[in-house]
């Protein structure tokens, strides 16, 4: 029976599927870490002393450090795809349409999820690692020993400041945006500035802007929750660190881009 | 009686790597645990201060806080000397509103004094050596005044005269503090020098329970073998 079964373990049908296992286990087992991080998150929110220190801390990392690198990012793919798109639009007839063309991709879609990105690989990045270095190092144990509560100490002010900031980037994002949009367009098309912006105003609808905020928040909470969670539940040492990293930038990357399809079914389906 | 450890189990990995330990520390008394490296010293440790939950068993520790002194320091590196040792006076629910700026000031500066440093207090982690880390957190620990403080290898990484310099300030806090301490070490100086008693490990049970002179005395196989770090014995090294 031993040799059965040692055989079977050594068979590539076994090893195909306890991979498959192990890579569930792991989804699930993240899944569950973040959700219940989620609820303290919630539940500490509403009793936790909000230092108010440490939360302008945090804004001013996750909002003010991190604007350059954001604006350009959302600005070079308004220009790209500006420099794409205008000529060939001005070809057709329809060089009139490409300031609301611009402003609504960049209000709905490349505003917020451009920025989101970029905050991914500036800030929670950063926000996994200092964490995970924490718990490698047992600063999170002492946290503890200490009695004081780890969500409300390390995880309401940064992901408070994730809420708050990111609809500010993202508003930024897309006054960038739109204005890198004029700009390619000037620059490959005979179309005026005045043009681009008339045509641009008629873009802009309340309803856009709203969803554009919200998906700010969202986008910003889910970010610094997920990278929060990874760095704290990292073992090991500086291994356990990347890993953690790593595995925080993948998560949030792919729950942005679940949540950004979440709101377009949503509100414009 | 400030700590009563009953009947304890921890498993790990269907590993029994604390298997049904008793042992009692009153107030100022010392306790050395020592054993071979993975013997699960640091796990009564952190059994008996909550970062684990036992598997069956009992630990009771007398009204107050336990306090616990980390290997490696396990000092916060984004806050100053002074806010690592305020930390649970700022952060703690309870104790929050309890002090004034002045007052936790004060508290750091006598705290600091008893460790022997002074003027310190706006300097990081990081700019310190490894001895004033370590004296750092035992004034960390000591904030609360607490009535059980643990030790995790005080001494571990330190040069000779640091090590004295730390087994000094373990037997001062005691002195001090009147709590109970449990030290985990592997050092033949902190044993003699800080415990009144020393228990030692081997594959999750307490093989020796006595003082530090009568494990010097090496009346048993255990003892011996730890005390002329032998290879041959009855403890086997899991390589």
Not at chain 1, 21 to 40: H, P, R, S, V, W
Not at chain 1, 108 to 115: A, H, P, W
Not at chain 1, 241 to 262: Q, R, Y
Not at chain 2, 214 to 236: D, H, I, N
Request: with cysteine.
């Amino acid at each position: 029976m031993r040799a059965l079964q040692k055989y079977y373990k050594q068979s590539a049908t076994y090893r195909i599927f306890s991979g498959i296992f192990a890579l569930l286990e792991d989804f699930l087992n993240t899944l569950g870490q973040i959700t219940i991080k989620g609820c303290q998150f919630f539940k500490a929110l509403l009793k936790a002393h909000i230092d108010g220190k440490e939360l302008s801390e945090q804004c001013e990392r996750f909002g003010i450090s991190s604007l350059p690198i954001t604006l350009s990012i959302v600005g070079m793919t308004s220009i790209i795809v500006a420099s794409q798109v205008a000529n060939e639009m001005v070809k057709q007839g329809g060089g009139h349409f490409i300031g609301l063309l611009m402003t609504m991709l960049i209000v709905r879609e490349v505003g917020s999820i451009m920025s989101g990105f970029a905050i991914i690989s500036m800030i929670g990045s950063s926000m996994a690692s200092e964490l995970a270095t924490m718990r490698v190092t047992e600063q999170i144990d002492a946290i503890k020993v200490l009695k004081v509560n780890p969500v409300e100490y390390l995880f309401v002010p940064r992901v408070l400041s994730g809420i708050l900031m990111m609809p500010v980037i993202v508003i930024l994002a897309s006054v960038v945006g739109v204005l890198a949009g004029a700009v390619a367009t000037a620059m490959t098309t005979d179309l005026s500035f005045r043009a681009y912006f008339e045509s641009a105003w008629l873009g802009i609808y309340m309803k856009d802007l709203g969803v554009s905020l919200l998906k700010g928040v969202v986008f910003g909470g889910t970010i610094a929750l997920i990278s929060c969670t990874c760095g704290y539940y990292a073992s090991g040492g500086a291994k356990g660190v990347g890993l953690a990293t790593t595995k925080a930038v993948v998560w949030s990357f792919v729950a942005i881009v679940i949540w950004d399809m979440i709101f377009s079914i949503i509100f414009f389906f | 009686m400030s700590i009563e450890v009953k009947n304890l189990v921890k498993v790990f990995d269907e590993k029994r790597v604390i298997d049904d330990i008793s042992f009692t520390v009153h107030n100022s008394e010392t306790l050395a645990i020592v054993g071979f490296s993975g013997s699960g010293k640091s796990t009564i440790l952190k059994l008996i201060c909550g970062l684990l939950t036992p598997d069956s068993g009992e630990i009771i520790t007398s009204e107050g806080d336990t306090a616990m002194v980390f290997q490696y320091s396990a000092l916060f590196d984004s806050l100053n000397v002074a806010d690592n040792i305020s930390f649970a006076l700022r952060e703690r629910k309870e104790l929050r509103k309890k002090y004034s700026e002045k007052d936790l000031r004060e508290i750091v500066a006598k705290k600091l004094e008893l460790v022997g440093l002074k003027g310190i207090e706006n300097k990081f982690p990081a700019e310190l050596s490894g001895g004033m880390q370590k004296r750092v957190s035992f004034a960390r620990a000591i904030v609360t005044e607490p009535n059980s403080i643990l030790y995790d290898e005080p001494t571990s990484g330190l040069d000779p005269i640091s090590s004295t310099l730390i087994e000094d300030y373990i037997v001062r806090l005691k002195e001090e503090t009147k709590a109970a301490s449990i030290v985990v070490t592997h050092q033949m100086s902190t044993i003699t020098r800080t415990a009144d008693r020393v228990i030692m490990l081997y594959d999750g049970k307490i093989v020796f329970e006595g003082t530090p002179q009568e494990l010097l005395r090496q009346e048993t196989p255990y003892t011996k073998q730890f005390v002329t770090a032998s290879l041959e014995g009855p403890m086997k090294m899991i390589a």
